[in-house]
């Protein structure tokens, strides 16, 4: 029962438009499945939603070319959407309900959604902000990612952040070492996003 709850949660999760996971198909016979959680956006801050300022043209054609599920519930903090996403269960039971205090991290028997598509024969991947501890057990490669690029803690500058980051030409972690990149955060995610 958990895990069709899990599966159906993840499907109709996987095909909205919710940077943390992606999960991404190596067999020929199964759909690419690329989740993409963007932190801190407002359902209005869409120009596809109506916003007559802001420009989102690339975004509303995610928004528009894919199959969307649209009844996915954020929680106003990114750790718990996070949960939500990653477990397909409401982040109160899954330990990562808030951003600070040591409610960020899961609990170590939580399978995440890289769990359930390794264990379909995908390769997984996390690239980008994680913020669901930054040691094992709860780092994304001890919660089902193969490969992962991931900057640590919450934001940019917070403690276990390597330090000196500060979005430009940064050092994050690269399955387990750290690593220097040249450019902007957002940039390097997605060039990492595109090498899977």
Same mark, same amino acid.
């Given at each position: 029962?958990?895990?069709?709850?899990?599966?159906?949660?993840?499907?109709?999760?996987?095909?909205?438009?919710?940077?943390?996971?992606?999960?991404?198909?190596?067999?020929?016979?199964?759909?690419? !499945?690329?989740?993409?959680?963007? @932190?801190?956006?407002?359902?209005?801050?869409?120009?596809?939603?109506?916003?007559?300022?802001?420009?989102?043209?690339?975004?509303?054609?995610?928004?528009?070319?894919?199959?969307?599920?649209?009844?996915?519930?954020?929680?106003?903090?990114?750790?718990?959407?996070?949960?939500?996403?990653?477990?397909?269960?409401?982040?109160?039971?899954?330990?990562?309900?808030?951003?600070?205090?040591?409610?960020?991290?899961?609990?170590?028997?939580?399978?995440?959604?890289?769990?359930?598509?390794? +264990? +379909?024969?995908?390769?997984?991947?996390?690239?980008?902000?994680?913020?669901?501890? @930054?040691?094992?057990?709860?780092?994304?490669?001890?919660?089902?990612?193969?490969?992962?690029?991931?900057?640590?803690?919450?934001? !940019?500058?917070?403690?276990?952040?390597?330090?000196?980051? @500060?979005?430009?030409?940064?050092?994050?972690?690269?399955?387990?070492?750290?690593?220097?990149?040249?450019?902007?955060?957002?940039?390097?995610?997605?060039?990492?996003?595109?090498?899977?």
């Amino acid at each position: 029962m958990k895990t069709n709850l899990l599966i159906n949660s993840v499907i109709a999760l996987t095909l909205s438009m919710t940077v943390v996971g992606i999960a991404v198909a190596q067999v020929v016979d199964k759909p690419n !499945v690329v989740l993409v959680m963007t @932190d801190d956006q407002g359902c209005g801050d869409l120009s596809c939603h109506g916003n007559p300022i802001l420009k989102t043209p690339n975004l509303d054609r995610l928004h528009d070319e894919p199959i969307r599920f649209t009844d996915f519930h954020a929680i106003p903090f990114c750790t718990p959407t996070r949960a939500a996403l990653m477990t397909g269960r409401n982040p109160g039971r899954t330990g990562a309900y808030r951003t600070s205090s040591g409610r960020t991290m899961m609990h170590p028997e939580e399978k995440t959604v890289a769990n359930l598509f390794s +264990s +379909s024969g995908y390769a997984t991947g996390m690239i980008g902000k994680w913020h669901f501890g @930054d040691n094992t057990p709860h780092r994304p490669q001890d919660r089902g990612f193969k490969d992962v690029v991931w900057r640590r803690c919450g934001g !940019v500058g917070q403690a276990s952040d390597h330090w000196g980051n @500060d979005y430009f030409d940064d050092t994050y972690e690269r399955n387990g070492k750290f690593e220097k990149f040249e450019g902007y955060c957002t940039d390097i995610w997605f060039s990492e996003v595109e090498a899977l």
